[in-house]
């Protein structure tokens, strides 16, 4: 049998790539100007933690190869001294990764595998953010360079530009995740947003992915995640609870049916609670007589710096703590990971707002406590 060249190169070029492994996947990798560093590190997932799991020398060239196996599609990091590079990979694919360790924004090139491609995609649009902050702090330093003494009103007249670079960056990010839903990269883009601010987000990514991303330890510890922050969000019933007073005596949340109440997670060491605490104290004494009371729960675990707090910041609504930090009862019930974290709680029962923060509290009082 008689074969043309095209066909003869069309068989050995499909003979190569059966033989290609299916049952590992490689990471061929090139980095410039690595200056003294010679240690490359791959990092896998490990219970939800990044774990180093190999190691490679960088050749002359500055090349390094890793050649892994993966019981399903999962995150990996490559590692040379201060500089991180995030890799999704499953067995079969043959990823290519490039970098300038010389590039302060840590951008990367990364291809060979439909996950990687979606991931430098979303790359494209960080590093477009990070491109605009470094030029907009560059203005800012040399504004402050000429008039030192206006530096905070150059601050705040800056400020505007920054935080509309911020909602770029997280429209472009929901955008990103709702056009790439059913991958890992969806995944990691809706979790460099921030959880308090983009809750409700988050728990509607976890229920649209909980079956198109299944079987994925990270993602299944997310979703199981969100379904508990799922009971206390927006309009559902806010779980009971009964805690112990700072006088030791046991309170429920049953006792303020009928009112308003913020139960307010704070904490006597947390700076960003105690800068709230005189904007909660201000609410209270305005709305106090209208239906309206205040809860705290602390997260101390040191009842005298608690007690003190209270005493200093003027706090005079009742007061209640496990002093267990982050992981008292209460505290986990409520689905708890950063403080302040208050809740608003109506006659029914209903959380009616969570987090709102001086204005905005005393806005919803206004038009709600009439």
Known sequence: MKLNKVGFFAIIALAFTACKPKDSFTIDGTFKN???ENKVYLFGMNNSKMVAIDSTNL??????KFIRKTP??????????????????????????????ADKTMAYKISGANEVEKLSELNSIRNNFAQQVEKLQADFEAKVATQPENRATILEQMKPQYESYINQ?????????????????SFYAMNTLSPQEFEAELV??????????????TVDTFVKQMALLKSVQVGQIAPAFTINTAEGKAI?????????????FWASWCQPCRQENPNVVRMYNKYKAKNFDVLGISLDTDKAAWLGAIKADGLTWTHASELSDFNGATVKQYQVQAIPTSYLIDPSGKIAAKNLRGNELDAFLAKTLR
Do not use: C, P, W
């Not at 990103?176 to 059913?182: Q, V």
């Open 34 to 36: 690595t200056g003294t």
């Open 59 to 64: 050749s002359e060239k500055g090349e390094f």
């Open 72 to 101: 399903s599609v999962d995150f990996f990091r490559v590692s040379i001294g201060n500089h991180e590079y995030m890799l999704i990979a499953k067995n079969g694919d043959d990823i290519d990764l490039e970098a300038d360790l």
């Open 169 to 185: 960056l997280n429209t472009q990010i929901l955008k990103f995740a709702a056009d790439n839903k059913g991958t890992l990269a």
């Open 204 to 217: 509607k990514f976890a229920d649209d992915v909980k079956e198109e991303i299944k079987g994925n330890a």
């Open 252 to 264: 429920s949340l049953s006792d303020y049916k009928g009112k308003y109440v913020l139960v307010d």
